[in-house]
């Protein structure tokens, strides 16, 4: 017999698998692991890189930061 968490459970996955849903697994880093801090730092280096490099990118944020205007009351 199905316990009553277990059964509200049950009832709401069948509700959304009745809206046209259908339920996903999705990994994810595992933010735990002694190399992750590295290899976000490693990425972000490399990330940075490709922007400074681009000068377009550059001058598009430059644009932007300087229309805030307005935006702060």
Known sequence: MATPI??????RRAALRKAGLRPIQLWVPDTRRPEFADECRRQSKLAAQADMADIELLDFMDN??????GWVK
Request: charged share 40%; aromatic share 0%; no cysteine.
């Open 64 to 69: 932007a930061l300087a229309d805030v205007e």
């Open 6 to 11: 277990a059964e509200r459970v049950q009832k």
